[in-house]
Nanobody
Framework: QVQLVESGGGLVQAGGSLRLSCAAS????????MAWFRQAPGKERALVAA????????FYADSVKGRFTISRDNAKNTVYLQMNSLEPEDTAVYYC??????????????????WGQGTQVTVSS
């Protein structure tokens, strides 16, 4: 029903910036929540940022607050994650997720029903 494709990952030095994009297709985009999760080796998949449908309320994990910004362009069916002041601890595979059928975002990965394949972000010290 919904296909998600991430892009924009790569290798960057500490202090640098990256912008991740998630393009959605197959379903009306504007009325469901979207989120970015990340998973580092040996760690659980954790929410980084989320944005609700319609109103566009946002949530950020404490570890990225003030450095990352989530946004959505409903006309382009795309969600972005702007990542500034990157730290080695940000190194992970970043996944785009959709909560189809829900206006508000959830905090756990089990609350999302569609996922992209992930894009690697590596931050060197």
């Amino acid at each position: 029903q919904v296909q998600l494709v991430e892009s924009g990952g790569g290798l960057v030095q500490a202090g640098g910036s990256l912008r991740l994009s998630c393009a959605a297709s197959g379903r009306t985009f504007s009325n469901f929540a979207m989120a970015w999760f990340r998973q580092a080796p040996g760690k659980e998949r954790a929410l980084v940022a989320a944005i609700s449908g319609r109103v566009g309320n946002t949530f950020y994990a404490d570890s990225v607050k003030g450095r990352f910004t989530i946004s959505r362009d409903n006309a382009k069916n795309t969600v972005y994650l702007q990542m500034n002041s990157l730290e080695p601890e940000d190194t992970a595979v970043y996944y785009c997720a959709a909560r189809v059928g829900w206006l508000n975002y959830g905090l756990g990965p089990e609350e999302y029903n569609y996922w992209g394949q992930g894009t690697q972000v590596t931050v060197s010290s």
